[in-house]
């Protein structure tokens, strides 16, 4: 039941179990595999999610409140529109090369190029593929509106979170990655210290460790996808920011860079980043820019 809407099919008014005093907890399927005996089926998935919830160093999928579902919601479905956009930005790029005709990569040069290979009579193109590429370019600026439609909701929600706002003051983090964190986050205290919530996000190394010997390679890229790719898109401009700045952050940028390359730096603010909008849901604090490098 946790997780959703708050009426069923029929119309009837769901009450959450937490609401009736039950200590009601979610726990990943990875988690409860482990426990399963034997052959896939609903006694034995039963059996193994008794034996994983009752294991002390368990961990539990936080419980999301109603309001912090209607974010994430807003997000997975922008988020959807997004990926519909560049699918159909590419799929259009890919069959205009088959009239030899040459669009460059990004979205504007399509939305600029488009129109006017439309309005070109001395092209290669049809008559019939004329009304296709048209029927494109249609859909592109239909889905343009409604990832800017969705856009401004998500700007509105964030306009009235004091907490949303005081996260977007960490730089590397807007209004959208402010926003999702605290869909996914919420008051931070299912996580016990801000080195679980970079873990859970997939930014700290695997580990290949063994006798005694430690090992560690790339990240581990575990947890939700959707906010390690905000963290670490936002992470890269500050990263390139930082190139012509002299503070305590922007040095200790520049020296990763140098002693490593710019996607390890990225990646190192990203978790920091995640670090500090921890501390401040937990602390309800406001963000202080850092004093000396490394910090």
Same mark, same amino acid.
């Given at each position: 039941?946790?997780? %959703?809407?708050? @009426?069923?099919?029929? +119309? !009837?008014?769901?009450?959450?179990?937490?609401? $009736?005093g039950h200590d009601a907890r979610l726990i990943s399927p990875q988690?409860?595999?482990?426990?399963?005996? +034997?052959?896939?089926? =609903?006694?034995? =998935?039963?059996? %193994?999610?008794?034996?994983?919830?009752?294991?002390?160093n368990m961990r539990f999928v936080p419980v999301k409140s109603i309001e912090q579902q209607d974010i994430q919601m807003l997000h997975r479905v922008r988020s959807g529109l997004v990926k519909e956009r560049t699918a159909l930005a590419n799929r259009t790029r890919g069959l205009l090369g088959e009239y030899v005709l040459?669009?460059?990569?990004?979205l504007a040069q399509l939305r600029r190029r488009l129109p006017e290979l439309l309005e070109d009579a001395g092209n290669n193109l049809t008559v019939a593929a004329r009304q296709l590429? #048209?029927?494109? @370019?249609?859909?592109?600026?239909?889905?343009?509106?409604?990832?800017?439609? @969705?856009?401004?909701?998500?700007?509105?929600?964030?306009?009235?979170?004091?907490?949303?706002?005081?996260?977007?003051?960490?730089?590397?983090?807007?209004?959208?990655? !402010?926003?999702?964190? $605290?869909? #996914?986050?919420g008051d931070g205290k299912a996580f016990a210290s801000a080195r679980q919530v970079a873990a859970w996000l997939g930014l700290v190394p695997r580990q290949d460790s063994s +006798?005694?010997?430690?090992?560690?390679?790339?990240? #581990?890229?575990? +947890?939700?996808?959707? $906010?390690?790719?905000?963290?670490?898109?936002?992470?890269?401009?500050?990263?390139?920011?930082?190139?012509?700045?002299?503070?305590?952050? #922007?040095?200790w940028i520049n020296d990763l860079v140098k002693r490593r390359n710019a996607n390890i730096a990225a990646v190192a603010v990203a978790n920091k980043n995640a670090r500090i909008a921890w501390a401040l849901l937990t602390r309800a604090e406001s963000y202080r820019a850092h004093v000396r490098a490394g910090v």
């Open positions: 039941m946790i997780g %959703a809407t708050p @009426y069923s099919a029929d +119309g !009837a008014k769901l009450i959450r179990p937490t609401v $009736l988690f409860v595999k482990p426990y399963v005996k +034997g052959n896939k089926n =609903d006694a034995n =998935d039963a059996e %193994a999610i008794c034996e994983a919830v009752g294991r002390p040459v669009v460059g990569l990004g590429f #048209s029927d494109l @370019y249609d859909r592109l600026v239909e889905l343009d509106q409604q990832v800017s439609v @969705y856009g401004d909701k998500i700007q509105v929600l964030h306009r009235s979170s004091p907490v949303s706002q005081a996260l977007a003051t960490v730089p590397g983090l807007g209004p959208i990655t !402010a926003t999702a964190l $605290l869909a #996914s986050l +006798g005694g010997k430690a090992k560690l390679l790339g990240i #581990s890229k575990r +947890g939700d996808v959707y $906010l390690r790719t905000l963290l670490i898109h936002g992470a890269r401009a500050v990263a390139k920011a930082a190139a012509k700045k002299d503070d305590a952050q #922007s040095r």
